[in-house]
């Protein structure tokens, strides 16, 4: 899988970077005065402030320091995995992602500068962001600045994720018709949906093949809470009277930071 691969590559680059880090201090102030600035900015704006998550700090450091060995702003070096999976590679569960670079001889000259240009200015007022991680590695009287943005998912487990989806189908059919479906449990739907994610291939007919089930609806989706628009057909159905899910989290190459695949079938 795509995210096995990427990681050694990281380790790579962070053994490479060692000398470097130790060589050069990172500006622990700047990246402060950085994120202050970006809030502000988003507060002037109606927006919600970024969090700051140390994940995305430490991605944003090694990113910097790359770009300070190379004296170029770049989002991809050779041999360097993409943003996505560099975010990824983290451990952090996210739906979105973007990536700010600067140079300047100050925080404050970075941050007017990029404020100045129509992609980063957009990237720190997107809405689609509630996270953020800033490295500033300092070299003379230089900084080189990269900031992260993804928008932060909650993490959940597998039985968390399944009770997530019950509890957004029973909401949007309580909003249907005022009616509740019971939910029955088959344990081989997480074997199939697993099944799935394996493959790297939604499979409608392998679980209209289960005895009993009626319909069914197979997707993958980052946030567990959001159903697609055929699952909330089925939820304002009123013959539907029982349900049952299984689910699997994977990572794949077109979601390095991974996803759950969602069986849902119609007893």
Known sequence: ???????????????????????????????????????QERARAGLPSLKVDDRLTQAARAHAS??????????????????????????????????????????????????HSPPHR??????????VGVGVLRIGDLLWVTQDFAHRLEEYSQEEAENAIIAEFERERRRANGTAARVARLPQLRRMACAMAKQGQLDTRAPLNLPD?????????????????NAVTMAHDPNVNRFAIGVCFAAGEQSPAGAWWVVMVFL
Not at 18 to 34: H, I, N, P, R, T
Not at 213 to 229: F, G, H, I, W
Request: with cysteine; aromatic share 6%.
């Open 1 to 39: 899988m795509m995210v096995r691969k990427t990681v050694p590559k990281i380790l790579v680059l962070c053994f490479l970077l060692g000398g470097l880090a130790s060589a050069q201090q990172f500006d622990s102030q700047a990246e402060q005065q950085l994120v202050q600035m970006l809030n």
């Open 66 to 115: 790359l770009t300070a060995q190379a004296k170029q702003l770049a989002h991809q070096f050779p041999g360097e995995p993409t943003l996505p999976q560099r975010l990824a590679a983290t451990n952090l569960r996210f739906s979105n992602d973007g990536e700010n670079l600067a140079h300047g001889d100050s925080a404050e000259s970075a941050h007017d500068d990029l404020m």
């Open 122 to 131: 957009a990237n720190i007022l997107s809405p689609k962001y509630n996270t």
């Open 213 to 229: 089930v009626q319909a069914a609806v197979v997707y993958t989706e980052s946030d567990p809470t959001r159903l697609p628009p």
